[in-house]
């Protein structure tokens, strides 16, 4: 059964950093395209980074510079490193393939940006 959960959301000041995770079972995570989504109250959602299974990564352009996606193949989980957070940045954050498989998504992880 495929199973994507992700972790490592908080609240943190501008400026700052948090480490996502994706925890991935049921797939393997370097044989597809995976993504990270966000979700902010009242918008759509949006994809802002994703990684192939050649390792290519693309962003979108309000995180590029800021966030990296990677994986660690031996754990089949995927990673956002979040830096220079900005309030903008106040989220749910969900990972999922790309295009995304809807019957799996996770609960997500909170992202909040404040002073």
């Known amino acids: 059964q495929v199973q994507l959960v992700e972790s490592g959301g908080g609240s943190v000041q501008p400026g700052g950093s948090l480490r996502l995770s994706c925890a991935a079972s049921?797939?393997?995570?370097?044989?597809?395209?995976m993504g990270w989504y966000r979700q902010a109250p009242g918008k759509q959602r949006e994809l802002v980074a994703s990684i192939t299974r050649y390792g290519s990564t693309n962003y979108g352009d309000s995180v590029k510079g800021r966030f990296t996606i990677y994986r660690d193949n031996a754990k089949n989980t995927v990673y956002l490193q979040m830096n220079s957070l900005k309030p903008e940045d106040t989220a749910l954050y969900y990972c999922?393939?790309?295009?995304?498989?809807?019957?799996?998504w996770g609960q997500g992880t909170q992202v909040t940006v404040s002073s």
């Open positions: 049921g797939i393997t995570v370097n044989s597809h395209t």
């Open positions: 999922n393939a790309y295009p995304v498989w809807n019957a799996y």
